[in-house]
Every structure is written in C-alpha cells, then in structure tokens.
T-cell receptor, first 113, second 114 residues
C-alpha cells in the first residue's frame, strides 16, 4: 500500500521563477493538505483540498495556489519565488477533513537562489 | 494567530532515561497530536488525543491532553537510540475558521547517547 508520494524530492529555482510540486495521497484518502516547513521550524499550514476545492487556507499570499484532481492527487504552485520561499514543502493526506490519521509525505525540498 | 510553545527546545539524554516534553497554547484546542520527524522524512503520527484529561499510551510513549485544553505533554520511557529525532506537538479545532488546519509547535530535538 503506497503512502503519500511527493515529487520532486529536491529542486533549485531562482528568484522570480515559478514552481509546481506534486502529491499523490495515500490509497483510500480523499483530502490533501499542504504545509511549509522552514529550517528549524514546525510545519505551517498552507491550504487543504477536498472534493477538488480549497477548503481552508493558512496565512500565505496568493502567490501560493493549488489544485486537486479527480483522482485526489494535488499540485502546489508558487509564483514569483522569493528567497524566503526556500523550505521543505510537505503534503499530507487524510480521509475527510478532520485531522484523524494525517499521513505526511517525505516532502519536496525547495531552494531559491 | 494561534501559537504553540514547545519545551524544551532540545534534550540530550543517556539511553535508558525517561524523557518528558510539553506543549502550551494561548488558546484552546479540542484535539492534540504528537508527531516525530526523522531527518529527510515527513512527520509521523505518534499519538492523538481527542478529549480533555485523556491519557493515552503507545508502547513506551504516553501523552496527556490537559484539562484546560491549552496544553499537552509527551513522555518517553526507557529511551533507546532510535528515539532520536524531532518531536512536534500539533493542535486542531474542528469546524469554524480552523477547519482542516493543524497548528504545530516549534519542535523538541531529542538526542540519545548510547
């Protein structure tokens, strides 16, 4: 049974560029949440997708956008990258929108130069 | 916004010792969760607490949901080298504007010396 898978695992971008990160939820899960984890910090909630809609959003600018597909997979897009966007981006999946069993992927490490 | 304060920030202990860490919040949560994160990995759920005053164990781990709903603690008994990692508390409130959002603490870094 595959867990949460994320791609790419590492990537390097320059300021002003755009990036797309991808997530496949654990089998049987229908909800995907995205978190940003800066070095030495706890994860910060970006947004959650359920039934292909953004259900809740954290304190992140509109440069951060997402999408959920009919197969429940999800993408996180970040436009006009800033140095401060360098972080580990974590995808978490669950069944329904409660916390219950929230399973995290290994993350995508983004470095902005 | 809501913030969780974890303490201590780091711990250096000998194998076999017991460990205690806690988490406090400026506001109420109705669910508390404890996660462990190893280097290069995502957080893994250790224990979930759903009721004020609840005490829950998972092997050598024990966690409690404070009766004020503003705190939680995690104990690890008889530590072993594989307990090394970063431990995060997280709070959650169902419904309202917090729908679907976990708030994490800053983490406690645990080092276990053999």
């Amino acid at each position: 049974d595959a867990g949460v898978t994320q791609s790419p695992t590492h990537l390097i971008k320059t300021r002003g560029q755009q990036v797309t990160l991808r997530c496949s939820p654990k089998s049987g899960h229908d909800t995907v949440s995205w978190y940003q984890q800066a070095l030495g910090q706890g994860p910060q909630f970006i947004f959650q997708y359920y039934e292909e809609e953004e259900r809740q959003r954290g304190n992140f600018p509109d440069r951060f956008s997402g999408h959920q597909f009919p197969n429940y997979s999800s993408e996180l897009n970040v436009n006009a990258l800033l140095l401060g966007d360098s972080a580990l981006y974590l995808c978490a999946s669950s069944l329904g929108t409660g916390p219950g069993e929230l399973f995290f992927g290994e993350g995508s490490r983004l470095t902005v130069l | 916004g809501q913030q969780l304060n974890q303490s201590p920030q780091s711990m250096f202990i000998q194998e076999g010792e017991d460990v205690s860490m806690n988490c406090t919040s400026s506001s109420i949560f109705n669910t508390w969760l404890w996660y462990k994160q190893d280097p290069g990995e995502g957080p893994v759920l250790l224990i979930a607490l759903y009721k004020a005053g609840e005490l829950t164990s998972n092997g050598r781990l024990t966690a409690q949901f404070g009766i004020t709903r503003k705190d939680s603690f995690l104990n690890i008994s008889a530590s072993i080298p594989s307990d090394v990692g970063i431990y995060f508390c997280a709070g959650y409130n169902a419904g309202g504007t917090s729908y679907g959002k976990l708030t994490f603490g800053q983490g406690t870094i645990l080092t276990v010396h053999p």
